[in-house]
Structures are given as C-alpha cells and as structure tokens.
C-alpha cells in the first residue's frame, strides 16, 4: 500500500509539475491604431494632413477655467501648407470651434475675417475627437480659399 501511495504521489507531482501558467495563453488584447488625420479638398484639390499634434492649453477668462485643444495638421515632411484650430476640450457641437487658420506658404486664412465656415465636433471623448469642417476662409486682403469635405479623426 505504501509503494501504492507513494507511486500516486510521484505521478501527482510529475502532472503538476509539468503544468505551467504559460502567460501566453492569456487573453492578449489587441492594438488599435490611433487615427490621426485630418482631410479635406481645398479649392477642389484633395489634401490628406497626416501629421497631427494635439495641445491641451488651460485657459482663465473672467475667472472662469476651462481647457482648449490646440490641433495642428500638416502633411508629413512638407510644411508648405497646415490647418490649426482650437476647439474646447470634451465639447462636442458646432459652437465649440472659435478659432481655424488654413496656412498655405506665406498666406493665413482664418474664420476670424470670413464668418462662412462651419466645423462640427461631432463626437468629443477623453483622448479623441472627431468632425467635420467646410465653407469659405480669408485672408487679410479680401483673397478666399474654399474648404470642402473637411473631416477629422484624431486620437491623442
């Protein structure tokens, strides 16, 4: 009986023993690619701006605190021409963008001197923002660019 018992014994440590937690097993979640773009037609011409940098700035007005996105797009190695807008931080809407500058060489087309120009932030999370933008930008001698299909999807 004793061999019996230790026999059973030794079998018992061989089996687990021999089970290890093998790690990957495991459930291994993933990766999701971040989006980061920003695309649009300007004056008909299609224009994809892969290249994103996303700032939060706190802002004070009137004793008032809240945090702004400071979003930068340009193309990748090729700074000729970029997109810079500022929309509040989890805000989503159409009344949360104040400030958007198309840059393309030495002139600045900005909502500031042509109010026709929409941007919508359509969906507005923790580290991601997502919309759409369109209509007519100026500069300061009066000179238009026309923005068309302009689309946003940026996780930061």
Not at 39 to 61: C, H, P, W, Y
């Amino acid at each position: 009986m004793k061999k019996l018992l230790l026999l059973l014994s030794f079998i018992g440590c061989i089996m687990f023993s021999s089970c290890e937690d093998n790690p990957t097993d495991a459930f291994t979640p993933i990766p999701v690619a971040q989006n980061k773009f920003l695309k649009a037609s300007v004056n008909g011409t299609a224009i994809m701006f892969d290249e994103t940098e996303v700032v939060k700035q706190l802002v004070t007005e009137n004793g008032v605190e809240y945090t702004d996105l400071y979003i930068t797009a340009k193309k990748k190695n090729d700074t000729s021409a970029q997109i810079i807008f500022k929309v509040e931080y989890m805000m989503p809407g159409t009344e949360t963008c104040y400030y958007f500058l198309y840059n393309e060489g030495d002139r600045e087309y900005d909502i500031e001197t042509g109010n026709s120009f929409n941007v919508n932030v359509s969906s507005a999370a923790a580290n991601h923002i997502k919309g759409s933008f369109s209509g007519t930008l100026k500069d300061f001698e009066g000179n238009e660019v026309t923005i068309t299909n302009g689309n946003f999807d940026i996780a930061f």
